[in-house]
């Protein structure tokens, strides 16, 4: 589980998977029919939706967890490595903004 902060203000937990060894980094949301919450890949710095069924919102970490960027990404896409990101945050195309999440937004894991 996780919560995004901006300016101190907690929002609502955001279920999340964590994909921590490189098979479970390639292999993304790949081959699924949607997520539910988020998917975080780290360590990452880029991620491509080649062979997705459906878009999905990517958001840039830093070292601790603050969001670089957020951007939506349709199938068939490879994204740029973006500097300074150490971890990638994947979910459905929509989610993120429902969320609240935007750059400055902070990551705050719960349980991990």
Do not use: K, N, Y
């Amino acid at each position: 589980m996780a919560t995004f902060t901006t300016a101190g203000a907690p929002a609502a937990p955001v279920p999340l998977e964590v994909a921590r060894s490189a098979r479970e980094r390639r292999r993304g949301l790949l081959g699924r029919e949607g997520v539910e919450g988020a998917l975080l890949l780290s360590p990452a710095s880029a991620v491509h939706t080649l062979g997705m069924r459906f878009a999905i919102d990517v958001a840039h970490l830093d070292r601790a967890l603050r969001v670089l960027a957020v951007r939506t990404m349709r199938p068939g896409r490879i994204g740029l490595p973006r500097l300074r990101a150490r971890h990638v945050l994947e979910a459905e195309a929509g989610a993120m903004e429902h969320w609240g999440v935007r750059r400055g937004a902070r990551l705050v894991l719960h349980g991990a």
